[in-house]
């Protein structure tokens, strides 16, 4: 376990590299899990979720061999059981992208219940309703006894399956089990987010036959076989461009964010110029720098599915709005209670106010250092980005969830001038790896 120290105020300046995403990386290995043959994956973010599903995945049957940094060579033909009930499943949420890939191989999984959350209910009832349309049964709620998932079917059979909420979960399990099923799955109102369009890549190019991906309609034409034997390379993460290019922010720097795609930052970026910074792109970079005089002014946030303002920056932009002159708002619309971190944001100056889905901030505010807790991935990020920004020291206690999604995070942030070092050992507030 480890904590996170943080001397605050110095601007960040410099170049920053991005590493491969997160979410797509856990879909793809997953998606590994079916094929035929063996594949490469490269460009693998080395991140504690990573990890846990690469050991996962070998506790089935799965080769893992790490070819170079950040490449991986992936041999499921040995995969030999339907069951994944190793217990890590339960730590990492993406690990139900295995009952996708199961099914798909052995016409039936067995898993626990993934991770649970600590930013509301987070059900699987859509993953499990578009199996059932497919021919599976044991995908009713009643179904799942002593937190175990049992899913048969004798037959995947191809389905039009309407997704009621978007659910970028079950978009891609669904998109799984339909990869190999006799016929066309249709998937209606699908989420469209980078990652799974980087899934639906990653199957295609090893044999797969799925169009649409990225729009909200995505049909599937089943395929007897996943030959495999190919190289893929992750795309970029979103989110830990996003956050980097808030750190550049939040410290009035000036950072050149490396291996992004631009595209995929648009919802932040308009933000960003509307706040009053100064964005500049290229086909693969975004700079974010700042006029000495200028005043940042207030805005407002609607948290959406792609290509809608990502739920998984709204802690960190969130941090930002804290900057800005006058109320701002930043509205949640995602996630039933994703605010549990404003509390230790106050702790450290922030003036914030909850009602319902909304937060209200009242700016500018002088963040000062605190000793604040990680209390998921992305308000662990958002507690980084407040300290970067005040004055005196933070430190991050259950540092391990930012762990999970931030690539070499310490490191990347002295590399432009942050003055933060992770401190190994006893951890007051030390919460076990249990959410997402
Ligand atoms: C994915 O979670 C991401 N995780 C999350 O990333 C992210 O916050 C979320 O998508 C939204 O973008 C991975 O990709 C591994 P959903 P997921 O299904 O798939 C409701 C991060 O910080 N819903 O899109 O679990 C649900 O309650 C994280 O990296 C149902 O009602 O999210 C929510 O309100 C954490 N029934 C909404 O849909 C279902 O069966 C969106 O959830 C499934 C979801």
């Not at 376990?1 to 990386?25: P, T």
């Not at 991050?396 to 942050?418: Q, W």
């Amino acid at each position: 376990m480890s904590r996170y120290r943080i001397e605050g105020g110095y601007k960040l300046q410099g170049d920053v590299s991005i590493s491969g995403s997160k979410n797509a990386v856990l879909g793809i290995l997953a998606a590994a899990m079916m094929l035929d043959g063996p594949c490469k994956i490269e460009n693998v973010p080395d991140i504690v979720d990573v990890q846990v599903m690469l050991e996962i995945c070998e506790t089935i049957g799965a080769k893992i061999t790490p070819a170079g940094e950040g490449i991986y060579e992936i041999d499921p033909t040995n995969i030999n059981t339907f069951e994944a009930t190793h217990p890590k499943v339960k730590n990492i949420r993406a690990s139900y992208y295995l009952l996708g890939a199961l099914l798909t191989r052995f016409r039936k999984a067995t898993m626990y219940m993934p991770g649970g959350c600590n930013f509301g209910t987070r059900p699987i009832d859509l993953h499990l309703k578009g199996f059932r349309k497919m021919g599976a049964s044991g995908t009713r709620a009643t179904d799942i006894r002593d937190g175990i998932i049992r899913i048969v079917a004798d037959e995947l059979v191809g389905a039009h399956i309407f997704l009621d909420v978007v659910s970028v979960g079950a978009t891609i399990n669904i998109m799984l089990a339909a990869t190999k099923a006799n016929g066309m799955t249709i998937i209606e109102n699908a989420a469209k987010e980078p990652h799974i369009v980087d899934v639906a890549n990653f199957l295609n190019s090893m044999g797969a036959n799925i169009k649409g991906a990225g729009t909200d309609t995505i049909r599937i034409k089943g395929v007897p076989v996943l030959p495999g034997g190919y190289s893929y390379s992750v795309i970029p993460d979103q989110i830990e461009a996003g956050t980097y290019m808030i750190a550049a922010a939040v410290t009035r720097g000036d950072v050149t964010i490396h291996n992004l795609i631009p595209k995929h930052m648009e919802p932040l970026t308009v933000k960003m110029l509307d706040m009053g910074y100064n964005i500049e792109q290229g086909d693969d970079w975004i700079r974010v720098s700042i006029d000495d005089d200028m005043e940042l002014e207030s805005t407002n946030f609607k948290t959406r599915p792609y290509p809608g303002f990502p739920t998984d920056l709204q802690p960190q932009a969130t941090v930002l709005l804290c900057l800005a002159n006058g109320m701002s708002r930043m509205h949640e619309n995602v996630w039933d209670n994703r605010f549990q971190y404003v509390p230790e944001l106050q702790s450290m100056g922030a003036s914030i106010s909850i009602i319902d889905r909304c937060a209200l901030v009242n700016g500018p505010c002088s963040f000062s250092g605190a000793s604040v807790t990680a209390l998921d991935l992305r308000a662990g990020a958002a507690m980084v980005l407040a300290g970067l920004a005040a004055s005196g020291v933070t430190t991050i206690s259950s540092a391990n969830r930012i762990d999970r999604g931030y690539e070499k995070i310490v490191e990347k942030l002295r590399g432009i001038g942050a003055h933060i070092e992770r401190i190994a050992g006893d951890d007051e507030h030390v919460v076990p790896i249990d959410d997402e």
